[in-house]
């Protein structure tokens, strides 16, 4: 499906950042070895350091649709 295929198009990822998404896609993610973490932080490099520094807050089980 186009979750795995755009999920193998990133192998050396670990994890994936994203406002929304819906339950279908967290799924593929996440069972191609990603963890999923959806946020209400709305720049790029600021999500980023969140995450990198143990802070972010990961609203997936409020955002997965």
Known sequence: NRHQA???A???C???IAGGMGSGAVEAFRSAGL???LTDIPG???AVT???EGK???LTAERAD
Request: aromatic share 4%.
């Open 50 to 52: 969140a995450f990198a």
């Open 10 to 12: 990133i192998p050396d």
């Open 6 to 8: 755009m999920a193998a």
């Open 44 to 46: 790029v490099e600021v």
């Open 56 to 58: 972010i807050q990961d």
């Open 35 to 37: 963890q999923v973490i």
């Open 14 to 16: 670990d994890a994936l």
